[in-house]
């Protein structure tokens, strides 16, 4: 039984899940999912509903917040899609069709702090309204948002409880390494596909062996197919939230 609402929570348009009805006490654990770039602010939804049935030890125990990303594409021609910051449509277009590899690793766009901070009051809020500390909050996901989620996480003043990266990259390289450095022991989990046409899979190696050298627990997940979320990859997700609730 799925127990979804709209709500704003640190400015942001939110869709919150509970794949049961929590307690009196409220979540024991919040999970925080970010859409990528074009997609609606409800296009992960239901990643809750699936990674609940893959563990279902975290129906009632569990919180899943999808926030929508601030700005909108409607004037772009992408009506209902949203984006954590704007993109050249026409260049990634001619990039895909060329086969041009994308390497953004010195890329640090404009809005990137400003999503940031919608994040980061969206932390806020959910820890004074649950009471729940990081270490119970896992921050995750695909391509754009998991480029937010990732930049976040290693800002936070402490490890949050896990984080989730399906389909990202290296972006602002010597900050990331930088900060990093700060995140040791967290776990993350990784997954990319080799043949991603938007996102190159050797950007997300980049990634991971950044994190992996500032001493984070990366579970990198390779798998043949494109831009997308494979079920394995959602079974680490389910298998990390699992460890976080219980741990």
Known sequence: MFNAQKKTIGG????????????????????????GFGAPGEDLVP?????ASINP???????????AAPLSLAEYGMPGGRAWWPLDMMRLQAAIESGE?????????????????????????????????????????????????????LRLPENPGALI??????????????????????????SHGTVDPILPFQAAEWLRDLLTDAGLNVDFLRFHGVHTIPYEALEKAAAVLGNVLNG
């Open 47 to 51: 990643l809750a509903g699936e990674i």
């Open 101 to 153: 590899f994308r390497d953004l690793r010195k890329d640090c766009p404009e809005l990137l702090p400003t999503a940031r901070d919608h994040i980061n009051a969206l932390l806020d809020e959910v820890r004074t309204e649950t009471g729940l500390p990081l270490s119970k909050i896992v921050l995750g996901g695909f391509s754009q948002g998991s480029m937010v989620t990732t930049d976040v996480t």
């Open 57 to 67: 030890e975290l129906a009632g125990r569990a919180r899943f917040i999808f926030p």
């Open 165 to 190: 990266v399906f389909s990202g990259t290296l972006l602002c390289e010597d900050q990331w390494r930088e900060l990093a450095a700060n995140r040791a022991g967290l776990t993350v989990v990784q």
């Open 12 to 35: 942001l348009a939110c869709t919150v899940v509970d794949p049961q009805p929590v307690g009196d006490d409220g979540p024991e654990l919040v999970a925080i999912f970010c859409h």
